[in-house]
């Protein structure tokens, strides 16, 4: 059983970004009245191929999850946006395997970017609407890459 926990940029580092308006923005923009929270996400790309923008509705979990599912991107990175102030669960795993899983509760107003090649789970919104902007890898060649578990992992919410 795997305990989600809250998801931090230290904790996140290892499988990609975390993207938040958190401390002082980098720059003051448009006469004073916006803050711009600067170049917050690696977009890796392979060589022949572009970066889209993608809208995704995934139907909500609930916690606990089974997940049996893991998967990758080897040719570019994945950038998940919500589109609502929900909390949501992100994924990730140093390997294929059950024993390498881990889980993160995301807030409200944090997006995530995996970097190239990181195994995670599939979008998993925690509340409805799912919407998601999605910045990914758009060219040829085989970007996914899913490993099936024999046995699901359970992921279960952190104590209140």
Do not use: K
Request: aromatic share 8%; proline share 9%; hydrophobic share 50%.
């Amino acid at each position: 059983m795997i305990l989600a926990r809250p998801l931090t940029a230290a904790d996140f580092a290892p499988f990609g970004d975390v993207l938040d308006a958190a401390g002082d923005p980098d720059r003051i923009i448009n006469a004073g009245l916006c803050g711009r929270f600067h170049d917050r996400a690696r977009l890796d790309f392979a060589a022949g191929g572009r970066a889209g923008v993608s809208i995704f509705n995934a139907v909500p979990r609930a916690l606990p999850y089974a997940l049996d599912l893991v998967e990758r991107h080897p040719l570019g990175a994945q950038c998940f946006i919500p589109m609502t102030q929900h909390p949501y669960l992100v994924i990730v795993a140093s390997a294929p395997t059950p024993d390498a899983v881990q889980a993160f509760i995301a807030a409200p107003g944090q997006a995530i970017n995996f970097h190239r090649g990181t195994w995670h789970g599939v979008l998993t919104p925690l509340h409805a609407p799912g919407l998601f902007a999605v910045v990914d890898y758009i060219g040829e060649g085989d970007n996914l890459q899913e490993v099936m578990f024999d046995t699901p992992v359970m992921i279960t919410a952190p104590q209140a």
